[in-house]
């Protein structure tokens, strides 16, 4: 039996190439379909990751991952007024209006006639669903109000192995952000005899000075834009599995670059089926605009440091600091040179999630 937290990581991740990487990243965003499989709204969050290890890398050498993922993310409640002024209180992710299930664009924050309002030093968006957003309804009976959350979370992430339906599945333990969580990262990195850690004080609001004074080091700071969809099953109408859309800005020693990725991860049981269908499915649906990735952020934001700082990269780079097919071709190559035969070191963590 799995220890609470501790769960096994099924996911694919694509890199999008193309002359306008963000538009067909939106396309994507906004599926309501793919294969036989719907897709509903998820949410929209920033997040900002910093991974950490010693300063001899053992944690690299080992294949293991260290992060902490900051997030900033909206959660929405709906509110269907009915005659009289009265309202019915939904939430939503995960359960929007029935009404909405049809339509591309749901989940759009700040929406038309929006406004911020504060209350009990929290921010809050409250706006109207106008008729644009529905496909039957003229009338805006429905508001919502968005609560902007921020949230930490410790991640850990081991070795990995490829799967017969293309991706990668890792043993990943994942944690709010707490004295807890850091004591039973320290023990299992000493179990797996990858590094001594030293006990610290904690400090619940500075994650990297609590890590730092356990003997790690900061080892790579990244941005995220993160659009998700919930994929669902039209037999079942269970979640099967998210598809997340990332705008990744790897922010380096050298210089900042931006890319995209399309993260596709397992969330049920019959993995193997469900991937490589949605797989196939996008695959066919946009040809080379994705390109498999096999390499975590972690490993290509350290190769693309790398590179950078022997100059190779830079040539590569077109204008906006974006990353293009000839770019990802030299990363490949450089990181698959660096990596183990029988585990390459791209198997060592995805920040998605």
Same mark, same amino acid.
């Given at each position: 039996?799995?220890?609470? &937290?501790?769960?096994?990581?099924?996911?694919?991740?694509?890199?999008?190439?193309?002359?306008?990487?963000?538009?067909?990243?939106?396309?994507?965003?906004?599926?309501?379909?793919?294969?036989?499989?719907?897709?509903?709204? &998820?949410?929209?969050?920033?997040?900002?990751?910093?991974?950490?290890?010693?300063?001899?890398?053992?944690?690299?050498? @080992?294949?293991? $991952?260290?992060?902490?993922?900051?997030?900033?993310?909206?959660?929405?409640?709906?509110?269907?007024?009915r005659p009289g002024g009265t309202s019915l209180q939904r939430s939503f992710p995960p359960s929007p209006?029935?009404?909405? #299930?049809?339509?591309?664009?749901?989940?759009?924050?700040?929406?038309? &006639?929006?406004?911020?309002? !504060? !209350?009990?030093?929290?921010?809050?968006?409250?706006?109207?669903?106008?008729?644009?957003?529905?496909?039957?309804?003229?009338?805006?009976?429905?508001?919502?109000?968005?609560?902007?959350?921020?949230?930490?979370?410790?991640? #850990?992430?081991?070795?990995?192995?490829?799967?017969?339906?293309?991706?990668?599945?890792?043993?990943?333990?994942?944690?709010?952000?707490? =004295?807890?969580?850091?004591?039973?990262?320290?023990?299992?990195? $000493?179990?797996?005899?990858?590094?001594?850690?030293?006990?610290?004080?904690?400090? =619940?609001?500075?994650?990297? @000075?609590?890590?730092?004074?356990?003997? #790690?080091?900061?080892?790579?700071?990244?941005?995220?834009?993160?659009?998700?969809?919930?994929?669902?099953?039209?037999?079942?109408?269970?979640?099967v599995a998210e598809l997340a859309v990332d705008q990744v800005r790897h922010l380096g020693t050298f210089?900042?670059?931006?890319?995209?990725?399309?993260?596709?991860?397992?969330?049920?049981d019959s993995a193997s089926a469900v991937m490589s269908d949605i797989i196939g499915a996008l695959l066919?649906?946009? &040809?080379?605009?994705?390109?498999?990735?096999?390499?975590? =952020?972690?490993?290509?934001?350290? $190769?693309?440091?790398?590179?950078?700082?022997?100059?190779?990269?830079?040539?590569?780079?077109?204008?906006?600091?974006? #990353?293009?097919?000839?770019?990802?071709?030299?990363?490949?190559?450089?990181?698959? =040179?660096?990596?183990?035969?029988?585990?390459?070191?791209?198997?060592?963590?995805?920040?998605?999630?």
């Amino acid at each position: 039996m799995e220890e609470a &937290g501790t769960t096994p990581e099924r996911e694919a991740t694509f890199v999008i190439i193309s002359a306008e990487p963000g538009a067909v990243a939106s396309i994507i965003a906004d599926l309501g379909q793919i294969s036989r499989y719907t897709l509903l709204p &998820g949410d929209s969050r920033n997040i900002v990751d910093i991974y950490f290890d010693t300063s001899t890398r053992e944690l690299r050498a @080992n294949h293991w $991952a260290l992060r902490v993922r900051s997030t900033d993310s909206h959660q929405c409640v709906f509110k269907h007024v009915r005659p009289g002024g009265t309202s019915l209180q939904r939430s939503f992710p995960p359960s929007p209006p029935q009404e909405t #299930l049809s339509c591309r664009r749901i989940f759009r924050l700040p929406g038309p &006639g929006s406004r911020k309002i !504060r !209350r009990n030093n929290r921010t809050f968006w409250r706006g109207v669903w106008v008729e644009s957003f529905f496909s039957k309804r003229s009338s805006p009976d429905y508001i919502f109000e968005s609560e902007l959350v921020s949230t930490s979370v410790l991640t #850990l992430k081991g070795p990995s192995r490829s799967t017969d339906w293309g991706g990668l599945e890792r043993l990943e333990i994942e944690a709010a952000w707490s =004295k807890e969580a850091v004591e039973r990262v320290v023990a299992e990195l $000493a179990r797996a005899g990858i590094a001594a850690l030293q006990a610290a004080a904690f400090c =619940k609001d500075d994650p990297v @000075n609590t890590l730092e004074r356990c003997g #790690l080091e900061v080892i790579q700071r990244r941005e995220l834009w993160r659009r998700t969809r919930r994929v669902l099953s039209e037999s079942s109408g269970t979640t099967v599995a998210e598809l997340a859309v990332d705008q990744v800005r790897h922010l380096g020693t050298f210089g900042e670059v931006l890319h995209w990725e399309v993260e596709l991860e397992a969330m049920g049981d019959s993995a193997s089926a469900v991937m490589s269908d949605i797989i196939g499915a996008l695959l066919h649906e946009f &040809g080379s605009a994705l390109r498999p990735w096999p390499h975590s =952020k972690l490993a290509t934001g350290l $190769a693309i440091d790398e590179l950078l700082e022997t100059g190779v990269l830079q040539p590569l780079i077109c204008s906006g600091n974006r #990353l293009t097919a000839a770019t990802y071709d030299r990363l490949d190559e450089h990181i698959r =040179k660096l990596a183990c035969p029988s585990a390459g070191e791209h198997e060592s963590d995805h920040a998605a999630r």
